[in-house]
């Protein structure tokens, strides 16, 4: 393994335990008991555990099942959504999609992750939204509906709502201003910039900050976390993904948190106790455990 594909070393673990609001175990190397021995060692000692299609999701309530630590949010990402009613462009034709009935697919599909929203261990229905850098205008329809329809079924289970916006945020928070958003709602990865933060703040939406507020280039993000109230504030790895610097690249995972949480104390001008105990708060008025 070259030193660019191996895991980053583990960090001091933090004096005050916060939970990774946004992660996919099933993507990452090594089983879940390794991953959360490893997370609680750094302090992280909660993770909320994301499915992104019909499998994901049932494996993340059956992982939340089995682990106190672990809660589970169900959905299915705005880019599976376009690939239920049109077909993925990389495997089965989209017109055979098309006479398959592509929208009773979607609902089919949206059936069953109401039905996992019900059960205990499920915590938040998402991450569900708009992504308009992965998928095209021809799946923007199918996108919306579906985004919709988990707004629905949050509200309907009392559970939060965990949104992935990709260069879409005007049409995110307007979709939500129209639906009502639920009394929890989590901006996962949150991209905006400050003038977006004050919009959330005043919505009461929570903001989730991940690995990549620590990149050169992301002073915007910081902006915003810098007026963000405190008491919406989280943080995430959404690991495999957007490992923070100094280990840009490599893979990500739930124990490298106190990372991300030491550069956002930075920016808040407090420090790291402060900000882990803010976190720590502010993550299960979110997900309600
Ligand atoms: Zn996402
Ligand atoms: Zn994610």
Redesign the pocket.
Known sequence: MSSKDAPPPLPEPLGVPVADS???LDMQSGTVEEALAKAAAAGVDTVVQ?G?DLKGSRWAAETAAAHPQVHAAVAL?PNEAPRIVLGDPDGWSRQGAREAGGDAALDDALAEIDRLAALPEVKAVG?TGLDFFRTGPEGIAAQERSFRAHIEIAKRHGKALVI?DREAHDDVLRILAEEGAPERTVF??YSGDAGMARICADAGYHMSFAGNVTFKNAQPLRDALAVAPLDLVLVET?AP?LTPVPYRGRPNAPYLVPITVRAMARVRGIDEEAMSTAIAVNTARAFDY
Request: proline share 0%; glycine share 0%.
């Open positions: 946004h992660t996919h994301v992104c990402h991450e992935h996962h990865c959404d993904f």
